[in-house]
């Protein structure tokens, strides 16, 4: 009974102070060009697209961005500012940045067939990320 005693101690002392795990909150992020900045400064700004059938974009369209159903899968979004800025780097882009978007992540964000997360419907881009 002794040798069960520290033993139920150590085990009671172990649980203390700990929290049930918690899901990872995201914001919603994008990357572009930094002419998007001059963008957001107009009263003209558009908003970034969510997922659009073939039939409602320009004809011209590049339809390697289209998925295998025929849909532009949105702009391609990221849970945060630090992962966009990753994209960044590996994706070597000059000259641009990393936008907040105006979004819920639960609600409006989708991962694509391509295995990167895109908005599902347009939304508003908020502000550039310093």
Same mark, same amino acid.
């Given at each position: 009974?002794?040798?069960? +005693?520290?033993?139920?101690?150590?085990?009671?002392?172990? #649980?203390?102070?700990?929290? =049930?795990?918690? !899901?990872? $909150?995201?914001? &919603?992020?994008?990357?572009?060009?930094?002419?998007?900045?001059?963008?957001?400064?107009?009263?003209?700004?558009?908003?970034?697209?969510?997922?659009?059938?073939?039939?409602?974009?320009?004809?011209?369209?590049?339809?390697?961005? +289209?998925?295998?159903?025929?849909?532009?899968?949105?702009? #391609?979004?990221?849970?945060? =500012?630090?992962? !966009?800025? $990753?994209?960044? &780097?590996?994706?070597?882009?000059?000259?641009?940045?990393?936008?907040?978007?105006?979004?819920?992540?639960?609600?409006?964000?989708?991962?694509?067939?391509?295995?990167?997360?895109?908005?599902?419907?347009?939304?508003?881009?908020?502000?550039?990320?310093?």
């Amino acid at each position: 009974m002794k040798i069960m +005693l520290p033993i139920l101690l150590v085990g009671l002392l172990a #649980g203390c102070g700990e929290t =049930a795990p918690t !899901a990872k $909150q995201c914001g &919603v992020y994008a990357i572009g060009p930094n002419q998007i900045k001059e963008i957001l400064a107009s009263p003209q700004s558009e908003p970034a697209p969510g997922r659009t059938a073939k039939a409602d974009l320009p004809a011209d369209f590049p339809t390697a961005l +289209l998925d295998p159903e025929n849909f532009y899968r949105g702009m #391609g979004v990221y849970c945060s =500012a630090d992962e !966009a800025r $990753q994209a960044l &780097v590996d994706q070597k882009h000059k000259d641009w940045g990393v936008f907040e978007i105006d979004s819920d992540w639960d609600k409006n964000v989708y991962k694509a067939d391509d295995g990167a997360h895109h908005l599902r419907e347009s939304a508003k881009i908020k502000q550039a990320v310093e």
